[in-house]
């Protein structure tokens, strides 16, 4: 059965980079057509699709978070990694990684627990 799971710092200042691992196990991130995707859902709003990295490698972002925005892989330790670059008070949130088979994941995919970052200085 695969598991998904969020990892990385909960407190990160104005200005510098969060970066999250999802480490995926009972089952490869790279076969089986799916994509693996980070999602966010700040307080008290609804949960935002921030990009996605394919079974293949391929890369994908929201056009509003491209520009601050990296996903990358390491298929060594089964893992995917989110950075999230110049970050704000607007980018606390819970970060969620996921599977799916669409590019775009919904809000019925499979989900880690989700971890909570908190922008603050």
């Known amino acids: 059965q695969v598991q998904l799971q969020e990892s990385g710092p909960g407190l990160v200042k104005p200005s510098q980079t969060i970066s999250l691992t999802c480490t995926v196990s009972?089952?490869?991130?790279?076969?089986?057509?799916?994509?693996w995707s980070w999602i966010r859902q700040p307080p008290g709003k609804g949960l935002e699709w921030m990009g996605a990295i394919s079974y293949s490698g391929s890369t994908y972002y929201s056009p509003s978070l491209k520009s601050r925005t990296s996903i990358f892989r390491d298929t060594s330790k089964n893992q995917f990694i989110l950075q999230l670059r110049s970050v704000t008070p607007e980018d606390t949130a819970v970060y969620y990684c996921?599977?799916?088979?669409?590019?775009?994941?919904?809000?019925?995919?499979?989900r880690g627990k989700g971890t909570l970052v908190t922008v603050s200085s």
């Open positions: 009972g089952g490869s991130i790279t076969t089986g057509y799916y994509y």
């Open positions: 996921a599977r799916d088979v669409s590019r775009v994941a919904g809000p019925g995919a499979f």
